[in-house]
């Protein structure tokens, strides 16, 4: 399993859902980094854009760092 900064900042609900998890890997980049690589994907516009991917182990690490509420969990 592969995840984008996008997509993993969707599922933990956060309203600048790419910009949330660039702030969570610049602050935890000694630990994140061995989890995720970065490679350049064209976008439908022509241009290149750097894409961050995480492996399932680099997702989970984002979670536990997050302090988003366990959303499988209403009470919490």
């Not at 997509?7 to 890997?25: C, D, F, M, R, W």
Request: aromatic share 14%.
């Amino acid at each position: 399993m592969w995840m984008i900064r996008e997509q993993i900042g969707e599922t933990l609900e956060y309203s600048k859902p790419g910009n949330a998890i660039t702030v969570l890997h610049r602050r935890y980049k000694d630990r994140l980094d061995q989890y995720s690589a970065s490679f350049k994907l064209n976008g439908t516009d022509g241009k290149a854009y750097d894409t961050y991917v995480y492996s399932a182990k680099g997702v989970f690490e984002i979670c536990h760092w997050s302090r988003q509420p366990d959303l499988s969990n209403p009470s919490s």
